[in-house]
């Protein structure tokens, strides 16, 4: 064998280059948790982003379905009378209609009343007549 004293000195220069290598490699590695930190926190921050295009998306449906409503609705009011002269010929027919009901009942109700003091005239008339005989 070789000399112990290269012997010792390969060694050390080896373990030297290893003490070397070692070090790059922890470098390396705490590089490497500083970005997987990072894209840890990258992947929260998405997380809440998804949440929120989600609530968002959610949002826009509900709307959707009320301008659909409201459109509907619209059509419905352009259909109506948009002016006075249109609305107040329907409103005066409707109060005709009900004034002529309620002249309908006046009569009824008097009509009604004679009727019945002819029948009781009549009872009358029939139970006196039956008694007296």
């Known amino acids: 064998m070789g000399n112990p004293q290269s012997t010792i000195d390969s060694l050390r220069e080896l373990n030297s280059d ?29 997380a809440k982003c998804d949440g929120r295009v989600e609530e968002l998306e959610q949002k826009n449906i509900k709307l959707e379905t009320r301008l659909a ?27 005709n209609n009900t004034q002529k009901t ?3 009942k006046e009569t009824d109700t ?8 002819e029948l009781v005239m009549k009872l009358g008339r029939g139970i006196g007549g039956k008694t007296s005989m």
């Open 110 to 117: 008097f009509l009604n009343e004679v009727h019945k003091k």
């Open 69 to 95: 409503i409201l459109e509907q609705t619209s059509l419905v009011v352009e259909r109506q009378p948009q002016n006075d002269k249109e609305v107040i010929p329907e409103m005066q027919l409707s109060i």
């Open 18 to 46: 290893l003490v070397h290598q070692i070090m790059e490699l922890r470098k390396k590695f705490n590089e490497e948790e500083a970005e997987n930190a990072k894209l840890k926190q990258i992947i929260k921050e998405n």
């Open 102 to 104: 309620l002249e309908d």
